[in-house]
């Protein structure tokens, strides 16, 4: 058996990175000029029009100083701009963010669903939090009772104990306000787009200020450019809050989320730029069909979400103040899906080739119990000024899989590669679990301590610590024939394949320590010039509750937690009366740690990766009337010790674009009309490497282009148009780590949505 040895104190080098950008934004074509803006009429608006894109500061309480003032590349997403977009999911809100993207469509034969994010080169989709708690569970979230997303980027560990190397995102929900409020919306589009929302925000007649929200969705909508692929979501997001005018308020909050699907499993990826097999036929073959869907009908995800959360807040003085969070949240994913590797024996007749499917199941449960306390206070110590947050968090999370006897789901006949038809269902479909079942849990206390020190109106210190004991337990159950274990014939619903045998269960604990450290000049009282340095760390089976006794795994329970170190250097101006944020970020992020080495040699904690890169933004109005939002990254990526991990060979990262370019604009016509667009450009995607023969080692790159109109049509009732991917542009949106398979871009569609407000 291989054995394990860890290497702590390896010496990591570094390298020098400079880089050149040019970046110009352009004005649409038919904008009118500033002079025009007078001729608005004042109660004929667009709802969201005249609201900024621009955020000044972020929901967190650890983050005392405005944005302007953060040693950090912050990304604040407001719900103006996705509201503008026809956004409606998470996903499609970060488009607004260079470089962060679903890529991955999955791996190992199996198909993500969900949010499974990418950030600077590695996943972050255990790093989501929503109002500062970690939100668990694989699922697409919808933005109907979201204010804003604020995506970190770089280490966040000091923030959030545990998590990503490269940074982690933060859903802030709506919460009542004292302001009486009434909108919805109806929207119809491509791909049998519907769907209706509605907010409600009414204050109540009791002492000291109260208010009653309520956010309503119902999604029932397919995806354009893709056959049978269906999202039915509904949900409701209640807020109540006391106390809006005292020193001390509460605010109580309920979530509840159906979702009934017809999960995305792809499209086979012969045909594409960069496919080779050592089949002659099959290197013939031309791209199938995007909207072929290679599934059946009777393919399913059905995701129950809840979460219940208690917020306190009260001030002691202008200065000092408390706040205690309480969470309860569950998410339980139940999902069928037609997964497909290989062409079965293909022929010199495409016609005749069949491709082999399997059904993939995954029943999966998740709860995080989770409390917070932050206290925030102000003071002087003699002539230095400090902003100090200290808190404490105590959490517990849990996930559980329940295995289903393969025997049980049934056969699917081989579909046809060109031709698929999904009416044709599975045979023998009646799933019994098996015992092949497995639980983890991680329980963590934390404790931290920020403070930003202004030494003058021109120079800041800011640093932080935060220290999180943590002990995760694991325990599955697998298949066997030996003489160990369950017998399944008396305990698996009838099963007599074998025997199930109850593994040992597995344990780690440990202590991380990150920190960060920032300096930041002001040559002027809207710029800023800072330095920073930050560290994060993920134990084994911090990303998934799954441990393992296994040498050549990271979820070892004997190896170290992975260490991440990112230092960055920027510059941040509020332009224009600062009613535009302008920033600029030079980054190097080194993550050691890695398990690499051989069955023969052992293996080692000794693999380093580094991610390197700039990253330019513009985000705010440029007249009363226009409005943008646009950012610019280049990332350079490598594997500086260990084993290549991207399918072409090179030595660089998988799923991380060498550029990206993100921009959306509008302007304010006379008479009610708004029009706006955007562009992205992602670059092409390295395939990790995983075996796999005759699949495509990387994506092609692409430019898709948006566009939108809105007409105010009274000042309580408007009409917005969104067109997507005017030109049609083909491309890949994600692959998986195979390259079997791929999730087409949607084609060119549209969608008309009527907002009315009160």
């Known amino acids: 058996m291989a054995h394990i040895k860890s290497r702590k104190h390896a010496v990591v080098r570094r390298s020098g990175c400079s880089a050149a950008v040019a970046m110009a934004f352009i004005a649409l074509p038919g904008a009118v000029s500033a002079q025009q803006k007078a001729d608005v009429l004042p109660e004929i608006e667009v709802h969201g029009a005249t609201d900024s894109y621009k955020a000044d500061t972020v929901s967190s309480p650890k983050f005392t100083q405005p944005l302007l003032n953060t040693t950090q590349t912050i990304t604040v997403i407001k719900k103006e701009i ?281 029943d999966q449960k998740n709860e995080i119990i989770a409390n917070q306390t932050n206290l925030t206070a102000k003071f002087d110590t003699g002539g230095i000024k400090h902003s100090v947050v200290t808190g404490l968090e105590l959490s517990h999370e849990k996930q559980w899989n329940v295995g289903y006897d393969p025997n049980s789901l049934g056969t699917l006949a081989n579909s046809s590669l060109y031709f698929p038809n999904p009416a044709i269902q ?172 051989n069955a023969t040699d052992g293996y080692f904690q000794t693999g380093k990766k580094r991610v390197q890169g700039i990253e330019l933004g513009v985000v705010g109005d440029i007249t009363a009337a226009w409005a943008v939002s646009a950012g610019y990254t280049v990332m350079n990526t490598k594997v500086t010790s260990g084993a290549v991990v991207a399918a072409d060979g090179t030595r660089g990262l998988s799923y991380t674009p060498k550029q990206a370019f993100t921009a959306w604009t509008t302007y304010k016509l006379p008479g009610g009309f708004t029009i706006g667009g955007g562009a992205r450009f992602v670059d092409s995607l390295r395939k990790p490497s995983d075996g796999a023969v005759g699949t495509p080692t990387h994506t092609e790159s692409y430019w898709v282009y948006d566009a939108m109109a809105t007409y105010a049509v009274t000042k309580n009732f408007d009409l917005q148009l969104n067109l997507y991917n005017l030109t049609d542009k083909e491309y890949v949106a994600s692959i998986n780590k195979s390259g079997y398979r791929y999730t087409p871009g949607i084609e060119r569609s549209a969608r008309l949505t009527a907002n009315i407000r009160f």
């Open 82 to 362: 996705v509201q503008q977009q026809g956004g409606t999911t998470l996903t499609e809100a970060l488009r607004n963010t260079p470089g962060v993207g679903t890529f991955s469509l999955g791996e190992n034969g199996n198909t993500t669903t969900g949010d499974a994010i990418y950030m600077r080169g590695f996943d972050t989709s255990s790093s989501i939090f929503v109002d500062g708690v970690r939100d668990l569970g694989a699922v697409s979230r919808d933005m109907f009772n979201i204010e804003q997303i604020e995506v970190t980027k770089g280490p966040a560990g000091a923030d959030t104990g545990r998590g990503s190397p490269t940074g982690s995102i933060n859903l802030s929900t709506k919460q009542p306000t004292m302001k009486e409020a009434y909108s919805a919306s109806i929207g119809l589009g491509s791909g049998n787009f519907q769907r209706v929302t509605a907010d409600l925000n009414k204050p109540l007649n009791l002492e000291g200020g109260a208010a009653f929200r309520v956010n309503l969705l119902k999604d029932d909508s397919g995806i354009a450019g893709r056959d049978v692929v269906k999202s039915d979501r509904q949900g409701i997001a209640a807020a109540l809050a006391f106390g809006l005018n005292t020193n001390t308020r509460t605010y109580l909050n309920y979530l509840h989320i159906d979702q009934n699907n017809i999960p995305n499993g792809g499209v086979p990826t012969i045909g594409l730029p960069g496919y080779s097999n050592t089949n002659a036929f099959l290197n013939s073959g031309v791209k199938v069909n995007p909207k072929n869907f290679y599934g059946t009908t009777g393919d399913y995800e059905e995701v129950t979400a809840d979460m219940v959360t208690a917020r306190i807040e009260h001030d002691f003085s202008p200065n000092v103040k408390l706040q205690n969070t309480t969470r309860f949240g569950r998410t339980k994913q139940d999902y069928l899906l037609t997964g497909f590797m290989t062409l079965a024996a293909p022929t010199a007749n495409p016609a005749s080739w069949n491709l082999a499917r399997s059904s993939q199941i995954v």
């Open 426 to 597: 599975r045979v023998g479909f009646n799933p019994v679990t098996n015992g092949n079942n497995a639980v983890g849990s991680t329980n963590t206390a934390s404790v931290y301590l920020f403070d930003t020190l202004e030494l003058s109106p021109k120079w800041q210190i800011n640093g932080g610590v935060r220290v999180d004991r943590y002990d995760t337990d694991y325990q599955n159950a697998t298949l066997g024939n030996g003489v160990l274990g369950v017998d399944c014939t008396a305990r698996c619903n009838g099963i007599t394949k074998g025997l199930v045998v109850q593994n040992a269960p597995l344990s780690t604990s440990g202590t991380l320590v990150n920190w960060k450290l920032g300096a930041l000049y002001k040559p002027t009282e809207d710029s800023s010039l800072y330095a920073s340095y930050a560290t994060s760390k993920q134990p084994p089976g911090g990303a998934n509750f799954a441990l393992s006794a296994a040498s050549n795994s990271a979820a070892n329970v004997n190896y170290d937690p992975q260490g991440t170190k990112t230092a960055e250097i920027g510059g941040k101006w509020d332009a224009l009366d600062k009613r535009l944020a302008l920033t600029a970020a030079v980054y190097r992020t080194e993550i050691t740690n890695e398990v690499e080495g």
